[in-house]
């Protein structure tokens, strides 16, 4: 019971990153996102993994792989669309 509950969170805290991956690859308008904040967040994250690793966790283990993986994409999508605007100048 105790793993549906987490799984539950899980899956709502990283939807909740979707709406900003999802505007920020279609409009590809990433001036006001902070890199600093998803550095520190997928930083934590990894962390996060780490010590679901070693408790041997899978709710975390599993939640932090997933959250990685969002969380890197948007850091590739802020730094290539940074990129582009830099060039654009």
């Not at 509950?5 to 902070?34: E, N, Y």
């Amino acid at each position: 019971m105790f793993e549906v509950i987490g799984f539950a969170g899980m899956c709502l805290v990283h939807l909740s990153t979707f709406p900003q991956l999802w505007k920020t690859w279609k409009t590809k308008k990433v001036r006001d996102i902070s890199i600093p904040f998803w550095l520190c967040l997928w930083s934590g994250l990894l962390l996060y993994l780490i010590y679901a690793i070693l408790i041997d966790n899978i709710v975390y283990i599993v939640s932090n792989v997933l959250g990685l993986s969002v969380n890197g994409f948007m850091l590739v999508l802020l730094i290539k669309y940074r990129r582009r605007i830099r060039n654009e100048k």
